[in-house]
């Protein structure tokens, strides 16, 4: 029996790897994306900062191991068997809701799963020893005073960070305006002063200072004169800064490198205990049991759990490595344009979400609270605050989504709270705390235009709607999956393992499609990080060219394959088109938009002339997809329900129109592909007289109908549609070359 155990430990600790991999990977984003999305040093640069402060974070972090040991729980009163399965199911629903969220694409918490799941696995066996020892109270096998101040603590912080967010970006933003370093002669040295001395208060006092590796006497004194300290490091860091100023030492980006620093070690600090907090409980759970339990697993109290975690040092450093080589090599952590960089772009983009109705009537709120307050203000003081938020003066970096000041503000601010929230053994969701942030003062620095305000909201909305998502679903799955375990034994806790390793293998496969998907878009990101407009149109043309010769391959091809699927009768070919068909519509919605803000950055008088036939070829991408599932769903419904097959004649009259319409689209797909256009009025000609042929085809076949009363009338108007919809495929084809010669045509 003890061997099970052995396996159960030793499958935590594998889950603890995969969970620093991934937890990083999704995560790394928090503490990164500001000093690289103001581009203020390399990606080298900025990842080696960051992983010193991660080894740090991670060495410093064994206090808050004791949030799985008992935070939550009250282990003396849960015997070893509950205690495991406990943190079994923990670990195992992580996987599953890590493997459903992102399936779903929807954002997803580590802190907030994991505080979630061990409240949700230990709130079912509560139940369950209550029911079965009415002498047990819900107070003596729940923490519910610390799980709700957990809690409480996770949730306020998205208000605090996004009400501090707005609050001193604002402030930072009147003081330095957009064209902020006109305004760096005195500011700048006391901005960088408070800055340098809030993140060494937390990271050297508060942070290094209560680590267990201090010396007590070292201990004892920074507590007693952390005032003075304090005031030493404001006065030194300001004089500093500005000498520092003075030498042309860019301060904001040594301000934004410190804040990597410091929210890269509150990450490792905090979220820490996501990753190996469970497993290492569940080590220590099997440690105490092999020393004292003498094989009674189902008797023997867990009094040990209830002291604070000492975590070797050894695997502290294990994971911090691990946490290091993730960011390093994983292809998540590496593309650093997350959601939280989308959002709080300083110009517009690439939209991730679209518009809803909450979000359109808090704006409409918004602005029309906006217009009062604007009505009782003074009108000198307005113009005074608009003349120092002129966003025409913005300075960014090439490519940059916000300038160094706001990603300044971003990391000090959160690192700050994440810090505190740490010191106080409070799981703070990083997560969280920098998104909201970045919401923030993004929202302040009006990054959130009329022409974009929409669907930021509607993106804030998602993601906050995800966390409370993940709560609810983290807290009922864990629950149902503990109990399952407590009821199964050993025969569902393996079953179980099975299925995290079949989900884990599957989440790589998955993800490794999605990156090569992306991949296939490169063109539009360099359109978003150049200035000069005419590159900006020289790759439009070519996004455009690339996204109309795809789009007339894949149009030919699912052609082929639903006249392929009718010949054949093959239902699985049909349904296989229509998820094709499906998936492509959506995709086409997203170029559509991106290549409308490409179309606003280039020269004015190419966007007017090439307006019309922008949009004629953008439509006729569309028509593709409707013709084609026009023709689709009846013959799908025909093929579904096993009606008489098309007659042979029909077939083979079609297989003809197949031939000639895939001649036509593929010499289509060359001219648009290669931009020349030597064979256009030839190809125009064809594709006329084929219209022609097929509407003789169907004026043939509805003379036979009315003079053979005989005929199918079901095979007949479904092979009349067939026809009627590959002349429209024709049609649209003539549409979509006329539209791609005179979009792409060279200019005079």
């Excluded at 004169?225 to 304090?230: E, Y």
């Excluded at 490595?321 to 709080?344: E, R």
């Excluded at 690439?350 to 604007?374: L, Y």
Aim: proline share 2%; charged share 20%; glycine share 4%.
């Amino acid at each position: 029996m003890t061997e099970i155990y052995f396996l159960i430990v030793a499958f935590l600790l594998l889950l603890a790897v995969f969970d620093l991999f991934v937890g990083v990977s999704n995560d790394a984003v928090n503490f990164l994306n500001s000093a690289i999305g103001a581009k203020v040093a390399k990606y080298r640069t900025v990842l080696i900062v960051a992983s010193v402060g991660v080894l740090i974070g991670a060495v410093m972090s064994a206090g808050m191991m004791d949030v799985a040991r008992h935070g939550i729980m009250r282990p003396e009163n849960y015997t070893f068997q509950e205690v495991m399965t406990i943190f079994l199911a923990v670990m195992v629903t992580d996987v599953i809701i890590l493997d459903v969220f992102n399936t779903l694409g929807m954002p997803t918490s580590t802190t907030v799963s994991l505080v979630f799941e061990l409240l949700g696995g230990t709130f079912i066996l509560a139940m369950l020893k209550m029911h079965a020892d009415p002498s047990l109270t819900i107070y003596d096998l729940l923490n519910s005073d610390k799980a709700l101040s957990v809690i409480i603590a996770i949730f306020v912080s998205v208000a605090i960070a996004f009400f501090f967010g707005i609050i001193v970006q604002w402030i930072s933003r009147l003081i330095f305006t957009f064209n902020y370093k006109k305004h760096l002669r005195y500011t700048i040295a006391i901005f960088g002063g408070i800055a340098f001395t809030t993140l060494t208060y937390f990271i050297l006092i508060k942070g290094i200072g209560k680590s267990p590796y201090i010396a007590e006497t070292a201990r004892t004194w920074i507590e007693e004169n952390t005032s003075m300290l304090m005031i030493i490091t404001l006065i030194a860091s300001t004089i500093l800064m500005e000498i520092i100023h003075l030498l042309r030492i860019n301060v904001f980006k040594l301000i934004v490198l410190l804040g990597t620093f410091a929210l890269a070690m509150a990450f490792a600090g905090n979220d820490l205990v996501n990753f190996i907090g469970v497993p290492l409980a569940g080590l220590d759970s099997l440690n105490d049991f092999l020393a004292n339990g003498h094989g009674n697993y189902d008797s023997f109290m867990m009094d040990s759990l209830m002291t604070s975690a000492k975590s070797p040092l050894l695997y502290l450093l294990i994971a911090g490595i691990i946490m290091i080589i993730a960011m390093a090599t994983s292809k998540k952590a590496q593309n650093v344009v997350k959601t939280s960089v989308d959002l709080s772009r300083q110009d517009e983009g690439d939209e991730m979400f679209g518009s809803s109705r909450v979000a359109r009537s808090m704006v409409r709120a918004t602005q029309d609270i906006g217009e009062t307050v604007s009505k009782i203000i003074p009108a000198k003081a307005i113009k005074w605050i608009d003349s120092r938020f002129n966003k025409e003066e913005v300075i960014l970096a090439q490519g940059a989504a916000f300038d160094e000041v706001r990603a300044a503000v971003n990391l000090v601010l959160a690192a700050l709270l994440i810090v505190v929230g740490t010191n106080y053994k409070l799981p703070l969701s990083t997560t969280y705390v920098t998104f909201m942030v970045a919401m923030g003062s993004s929202l302040a620095d009006r990054a959130w235009s009329r022409e974009s305000a929409v669907f930021r909201v509607t993106g804030v909305i998602s993601v906050i709607g995800g966390w409370f998502v993940t709560a609810g679903v983290a807290f009922a799955v864990c629950a149902i999956v503990c109990a399952l375990m407590h009821f199964g034994g050993f025969i569902v806790m393996i079953a179980f393992m099975c299925l995290d390793i079949y989900l884990l293998w599957r989440s790589n496969r998955n993800y490794a499609k999605k990156v090569k998907e992306e991949k296939k878009d490169d063109v539009f990101q360099l359109m978003m990080r150049t200035k000069d407009k005419e590159i900006v149109w020289d790759l439009l043309s070519k996004h455009v060219a690339r996204t109309q010769s795809f789009v007339t391959r894949f149009a030919l091809e699912q052609y082929n394959r639903i006249v392929e699927g009718i010949s054949n009768e093959s239902l699985r070919e049909l349904r296989h088109c229509g998820s094709a068909l499906k998936e492509e519509q959506s995709q086409l919605k997203k170029f559509r938009r991106k290549e409308l803000l490409a179309m606003r950055r280039i020269p004015g008088d190419i966007a007017i002339e090439r307006n019309t036939w922008f949009h004629l070829g953008a439509n006729s991408n569309q028509q593709f997809i409707y013709c084609l599932k026009r023709m689709l769903d009846p013959i799908k419904e025909h093929v579904d329900n096993n009606f008489n097959p098309l007659p042979k004649v029909y077939l083979n009259e079609l297989e003809s129109v197949r031939r000639k319409i895939s001649e036509l689209m593929n010499h289509t797909e060359q001219m648009i592909s290669t931009n020349r256009y030597d064979l256009y009025q030839e190809t125009l000609a064809i594709a006329e007289e084929l219209k022609e042929e097929l509407s003789a085809m169907r004026k043939n076949v509805i003379d036979h109908m009315y003079q053979d009363n005989s005929t199918n009338l079901k095979v007949s108007l479904l092979y009349l549609n067939i026809l009627q919809e590959s002349q429209e495929f024709v049609s649209i084809m003539r549409h979509q070359l006329r539209a791609a010669r005179k979009f792409l045509e060279e200019r005079q």
